[in-house]
């Protein structure tokens, strides 16, 4: 089993920065990749940014730019710089995390970000 713990979200005004962080333990070998999704309410979850084998990063295209996914394999962390945001960034964050083969299986409880205009 994998656990992901968030830890960084809060209240900020639009144009300020906000980081993320996720620690992970468990079985971690399992990990080939790890993301963030977000989910405002009433729409769906979706994917933000993630990182696979340490190296490799996507994002979502509204936060290309202005998020940045980062990994410290020494701290079993994962992190999630976002840069000048906006009222429509406001969401829960969460922590994710996928086997080389399958879906996005690990999910952490979830982080609120506030986003104020």
């Known amino acids: 089993q994998v656990q992901l713990v968030e830890s960084g979200g809060g209240l900020v005004q639009a144009g300020g920065s906000l980081r993320l962080s996720c620690v992970a333990s468990?079985?971690?070998?399992?990990?080939?990749?790890l993301g963030w999704f977000r989910q405002a309410p009433g729409k769906q979850r979706e994917l933000v940014a993630s990182?696979?084998?340490?190296?490799?990063?996507d994002y979502g295209d509204s936060v290309k730019g202005r998020f940045t996914i980062s990994g410290d394999n020494a701290k079993n962390t994962v992190y999630l710089q976002m840069n000048s945001l906006k009222p429509e960034d406001t969401a829960v964050y969460y922590c994710?995390?996928?086997?080389?083969?399958?879906?996005?299986?690990?999910w952490g409880q979830g982080t609120q970000v506030t986003v104020s205009s």
């Open positions: 468990g079985s971690i070998f399992s990990i080939y990749a």
């Open positions: 994710t995390g996928r086997p080389r083969l399958g879906t996005w299986r690990y």
């Open positions: 990182i696979t084998s340490g190296v490799t990063t």
